[in-house]
Nanobody, 114 residues
Framework: QVQLVESGGGLVQPGGSLRLSCAAS????????MGWYRQAPGKQRELVATITTSGNPNYADSVKGRFTISRDNAKNTVYLQMDSLKPEDTAVYYC????????WGQGTQVTVSS
């Protein structure tokens, strides 16, 4: 019943920016915390950012100062603004609910390369 659809990924040069979106349906969005995850080739999925129901963000050390998570409850959407991108940010990016995780979406590919 829960559907999470990520979008906004693409190919970007090092130092560039991307803005990812995650549209959620089948949940009461405003009472769920949300998180962004990523999975690079050959690596485990890792949590990169979270945002509480009240809008309080937290970030993994690897992205702190470069990424910004936000949410628009009226649109049932969570965003990830990614600035100063590095090649090591290359991964498939996923969103999910918290504290109880939902079925994973397909993710959106982010490739940082010159």
């Amino acid at each position: 019943q829960v559907q999470l659809v990520e979008s906004g990924g693409g190919l970007v040069q090092p130092g560039g920016s991307l803005r990812l979106s995650c549209a959620a349906s089948g949940i009461i969005f405003g009472i769920n915390s949300m998180g962004w995850y990523r999975q690079a080739p050959g690596k485990q999925r890792e949590l990169v950012a979270t945002i509480t129901t009240s809008g309080n963000p937290n970030y993994a050390d690897s992205v702190k100062g470069r990424f910004t998570i936000s949410r628009d409850n009226a649109k049932n959407t969570v965003y990830l603004q990614m600035d100063s991108l590095k090649p090591e940010d290359t991964a498939v990016y996923y969103c999910n609910t918290g504290p109880r995780r939902s079925r994973w979406g397909q993710g959106t590919q982010v490739t940082v390369s010159s």
